[in-house]
């Protein structure tokens, strides 16, 4: 089992910055790929970006590419998501989950953590 806990969220204005974190425990943190996903109100959850196992490769939606940055600290068993020139369609719900491999499929992530609301006011 991987126990995450997500946190950073908030309410922003359009144009501004968020640092997602999200903190793991249980297994082995470096043995699992990293990705964060993100559910609007009405909508299915979508994949956000993802990190491979050692953070030798990251993966983006084309929506967040070049204003998204996932990074992780194995030392530290963490996970980010830099939110830079955050807009309104970026408000949902970010969710950080764990899987074998990166994917951006979220029915192949094993484990989730509870979410963190992220709001961006135009």
């Known amino acids: 089992q991987v126990q995450l806990v997500e946190s950073g969220g908030g309410l922003v204005q359009a144009g501004g910055s968020l640092r997602l974190s999200c903190a793991a425990s249980?297994?082995?943190?470096?043995?699992?790929?990293m990705g964060w996903f993100r559910q609007a109100p009405g909508k299915e959850r979508e994949f956000v970006a993802a990190?491979?196992?050692?953070?030798?490769?990251?993966f983006y939606a084309d929506s967040v590419k070049g204003r998204f940055t996932i990074s992780r600290d194995n030392a530290k068993n963490m996970v980010y998501l830099q939110m830079n020139s955050l807009k309104a369609d970026d408000t949902a719900v970010y969710y950080c989950?764990?899987?074998?491999?990166?994917?951006?499929?979220?029915?192949?992530?094993?484990?989730w953590g509870q979410g963190t609301q992220v709001t961006v006011s135009s």
């Open positions: 989950a764990a899987g074998w491999v990166v994917r951006t499929n979220p029915e192949e992530y094993d484990y």
């Open positions: 990190i491979s196992w050692s953070g030798g490769s990251t």
């Open positions: 249980g297994r082995t943190f470096s043995n699992y790929a």
